[in-house]
């Protein structure tokens, strides 16, 4: 069955063209999606994420529930900030990557993608049956929006009660909103500045139309899906399904630091001490002309096909074609040059550094 957020009839008055993602009937764009990625860009996109997870953990033992069952450090995470971390098998494979908030001292939210919600959920609880702790999935009850753009601190910041000067990169706290009470957090998966707030679903609709109202003069548009993809993507981003699955541990992905083998023991941490060594890593491409690659493509090292292009597309901002592979880490060191089979046509591409966007 398809499922609507609370926001669902606010897009269809907005005439947003939809998409099935995870099961949920999303707003792939509005307008324009080249309009929206350079909104964000130069001024400011508004977005439904209400889609993704939002599971509770609370009790005197929350924090070494999680420790035990992410491979991230989280007792070590202060009240109020945030960490990227994730949750992987036993056999050290990534079953999500997550973002985990510290409301209060005995209070984490965990907010999974929309596809691995209900698996992380039941994980979670499975994991932490043995502390005292308590796990809640808040999702039908918790919308999600985000303003994200150069302009939006100055949007936010004309709403709410909210001192955002305090308020730090991959941080939280309590906010109202016009009288909205909500859980405000400084982080996003643009590469730009950005705020998601943390909404009760049935005041959702309230909230997105006073942000509406409050970013109009600062060129605030509705963003949909699609842009949030080349958006991520060119701030070098890891998209779950893509760069990650559970057929990849966090060190094929070029993400081991967020694995902390000095805590005592969590859940695979033995098969990730074995897979330190890839034999394929993840690396940036750039193309040139038009034709970008695609998920799926093949790489090509002369005529021998070495890798697949996990995410690509044309960058709106760079003019240019980028892309994200796995390759042969022989073949991982920037300046290389590799090739991509594009439809049949075999086009020239060079390994770069990531991420292809930084803002300044």
């Not at 036993?90 to 209900?118: I, Q, S, T, W």
């Not at 808040?138 to 302009?151: E, K």
């Not at 998966?189 to 997105?208: C, H, I, K, R, S």
Request: glycine fraction near 10%.
């Amino acid at each position: 069955m398809i499922m609507h957020t609370a926001l669902y009839g606010v897009h269809e008055g907005l005439n947003a063209l939809f998409t099935d993602f995870a099961g949920w009937e999303m707003p792939v764009r509005y307008s324009s999606e080249l309009a929206e990625h350079r909104a964000v860009r130069e001024a400011a996109g508004l977005f439904d994420l209400s889609h993704m997870g939002e599971i509770e953990l609370t009790g005197p033992q929350a924090a070494e529930a999680l420790d035990h069952a992410l491979v991230g450090n989280l007792s070590a995470v202060q009240v109020g900030r945030a960490r990227y971390t994730m949750i992987c098998a036993e056999d050290g494979g990534v079953l999500d990557d997550l973002v985990v908030y510290r409301p209060a001292e005995e209070k984490f939210l965990v907010v999974a993608n929309a596809g691995n919600a209900p698996l992380v959920a039941a994980e979670l609880k499975s994991r932490a049956a043995r502390f005292d702790a308590a796990v809640e999935d808040r999702s039908a009850d918790t919308a999600l929006i985000a303003v994200q753009g150069p302009n939006s601190a100055a949007i936010v910041g004309s709403v709410t009660d909210a001192d955002l000067s305090e308020l730090k990169y991959y941080a939280s706290m309590p906010a109202t909103v016009r009288g909205h009470d909500v859980l405000l957090a400084r982080t996003g998966y643009t590469g730009e500045d950005g705020f998601e707030l943390y909404v009760p679903a049935a005041e959702a609709v309230d909230v997105w139309q006073v942000l509406t109202v409050a970013g109009e003069p600062h060129g605030l548009l509705p963003a949909g899906l699609a842009c949030r993809d080349t958006l991520r993507l060119e701030a070098g981003m890891p998209l779950y399904g893509n760069e990650l699955s559970a057929g990849r541990s966090p060190f094929d992905a070029g993400l081991g630091r967020v694995v902390k083998f000095e805590k005592p023991d969590f859940v695979g941490k033995a098969a990730l001490a074995g897979r330190r060594e890839t034999a394929q890593v993840l690396v940036g491409l750039r193309g040139s002309g038009r034709r970008a690659p695609r998920h799926g493509y093949r790489v090509l090292d002369g005529s021998r096909e070495v890798g697949e292009v996990t995410s690509g597309a044309l960058s709106p901002t760079l003019g240019y074609p980028i892309g994200m592979a796995y390759v042969p880490k022989e073949l991982s060191e920037p300046g290389t040059g590799l090739s991509v089979d594009i439809r049949g046509r075999v086009e020239p591409v060079e390994v770069v550094a990531t991420p292809f966007y930084k803002r300044a």
